[in-house]
């Protein structure tokens, strides 16, 4: 009997058949069924920043607290960075191994272990917490597009849309109350990070009824990341040879890198220009606001406007705008220039998301399309955070940092004007 695609694992690729790995066909979910769905998926993307999001607002108490040099500090950002891109490879046989849905309830336990561990008075406990969190949040952060292609196929837009929003809503949460939550603690930065993990385990929560459901994937599968499949379709590894594969590969890397940088550095910018740690943490949470709505708006435009590269040019400009600003006047014009921050920032990494899923055409191909450019492109970001740290402490100013991201979205609008164009991956169309 022909193994449905959709049977197969959707992150990686099997190569017999094996039972669907969520329990019921789409078509029987009932409306319960499918809102608690989409609620564990949602509830956990929201914890996908808040790990790295939190570090920012009290970088400056981390380094005060331990003595540590900026380049060292950045790599309390920069580690779970890394670890995004390398542990994304781990993605395929981990779902392999799990399922989806196990495999995402899994994530918050080590999430939440992770983030806890920083409660550790020692630096190889706040370390080694930091690993714990990137890798949790990697492999979450590869099958959540895979998720939503199987799950929602013809909801794909407003899912990519919403999951994008909350991982907006989940750094600007971070971002916004870590430092008040210090203040509120005595002054401890470690508990202020520690009660980040309170969240994650309300999502594993949320995710446990599909864990339950899920049956185990058939053990007699066989691993075929880089075998071709029964019907002949191209492998995993000549995803590294197909230009639209490249495309957004370079478009999320690129915008990560920024991303992040702008995460890490952005707080201490303004607090170097005089704003207060308070101030400077809640305009970096107030940049979120337009970014979710932008993460709401964009991926539906990405599908109807034309030209189809539209969208990441206007998110280039934006952002390039923001650096400008921030550049000349960055405490008189800040809300100005943190509202389009935002604006670019949003549309740029709902765009890199959304052309994850809208460039494959089923949920084997999102897989490998996930892995691939959230495995090379966040071990580029991760050159983001160190990177501008290097160069700020160099040159002691913030000119030449910013002018190297504004260099980078050079690369940026190539790589999301290649990504936008109508056609899949490893095909002619």
């Known amino acids: 009997m022909e193994t449905r695609e959709s049977d197969r694992s959707a992150v990686g690729g099997t190569g017999g058949p094996s039972r669907p790995e969520h329990p019921g066909d789409r078509s029987a979910r009932t409306p319960v069924r499918t809102a608690v769905l989409a609620g564990g998926l949602l509830l956990t993307a929201l914890n996908l920043r808040p790990g790295v999001a939190s570090i920012g607002p009290v970088l400056s108490s981390i380094r005060d607290d331990l003595g540590l040099p900026a380049s060292v500090a950045s790599l309390l950002t920069t580690i779970p960075i890394v670890a995004f891109g390398a542990f994304a490879f781990l993605t395929p046989a981990?779902?392999?191994?799990?399922?989806?849905?196990?495999?995402?309830?899994?994530?918050?336990?080590?999430?939440?272990?992770?983030?806890?561990?920083?409660?550790?008075?020692?630096?190889?406990g706040l370390f080694t917490g930091t690993v714990l969190v990137g890798a949790a949040i990697a492999v979450a952060n590869v099958v959540m597009p895979a998720a939503v292609k199987r799950d929602f196929a013809r909801q794909s837009g407003l899912m990519m849309?919403?999951?994008?929003?909350?991982?907006?809503?989940?750094?600007?949460?971070?971002?916004?109350?870590?430092?008040?939550?210090?203040?509120?603690?005595?002054?401890?930065?470690?508990?202020?990070?520690?009660?980040?993990a309170i969240p994650a385990v309300v999502a594993f929560g949320a995710v446990l009824p599909q864990m339950v459901r899920a049956p185990?994937?058939?053990?007699?599968?066989?691993?075929?990341?880089?075998?071709?499949?029964?019907?002949?379709?191209?492998?995993?590894?000549?995803?590294?040879?197909?230009?639209?594969?490249?495309?957004?590969?370079?478009?999320?890397?690129?915008q990560s890198l920024a991303y992040y940088a702008c995460l890490t550095w952005l707080p201490t910018l303004l607090q170097d220009h005089g704003t207060d740690q308070h101030t400077a943490g809640w305009l970096i949470a107030y940049s979120a606001f337009p970014g979710i709505v932008a993460a709401l708006l964009v991926p539906g435009m990405a599908r109807r406007m034309r030209p189809t590269w539209l969208p990441v040019l206007l998110s280039v400009l934006l952002t390039g705008a923001a650096y400008l600003g921030l550049g000349t006047a960055p405490v008189a014009g800040a809300y100005v220039w943190m509202t389009l921050l935002g604006l670019g920032q949003g549309a740029a990494i709902s765009l890199s998301l959304t052309y994850i899923v809208l460039r494959s055409p089923d949920a084997r191909h999102t897989g490998h399309v996930s892995t691939m450019a959230q495995g090379v492109g966040y071990l580029f970001a991760g050159l983001g955070p160190?990177?501008?740290?290097?160069?700020?402490?160099?040159?002691?100013?913030?000119?030449?940092?910013?002018?190297?991201?504004?260099?980078?979205?050079?690369?940026?609008?190539?790589?999301?004007?290649?990504?936008?164009?109508?056609?899949?991956?490893?095909?002619?169309?």
């Open 216 to 254: 185990r994937r058939d053990p007699r599968t066989r691993e075929v990341a880089d075998v071709p499949s029964e019907r002949g379709e191209p492998t995993f590894r000549a995803l590294f040879k197909d230009p639209v594969a490249i495309a957004v590969t370079t478009l999320m890397g690129t």
């Open 161 to 196: 849309g919403l999951y994008s929003t909350a991982l907006f809503v989940g750094a600007a949460l971070a971002s916004g109350l870590t430092a008040p939550l210090a203040s509120a603690v005595g002054g401890s930065w470690r508990a202020a990070l520690a009660v980040w």
């Open 94 to 124: 981990l779902t392999r191994r799990f399922g989806m849905h196990r495999l995402l309830g899994l994530t918050m336990l080590a999430l939440a272990a992770g983030i806890a561990l920083r409660l550790q008075p020692s630096l190889a």
């Open 386 to 429: 160190v990177g501008i740290g290097l160069v700020h402490t160099l040159t002691g100013g913030w000119g030449v940092p910013l002018l190297v991201l504004g260099a980078l979205l050079l690369l940026q609008l190539a790589g999301g004007i290649a990504a936008s164009r109508d056609r899949h991956v490893l095909t002619s169309r």
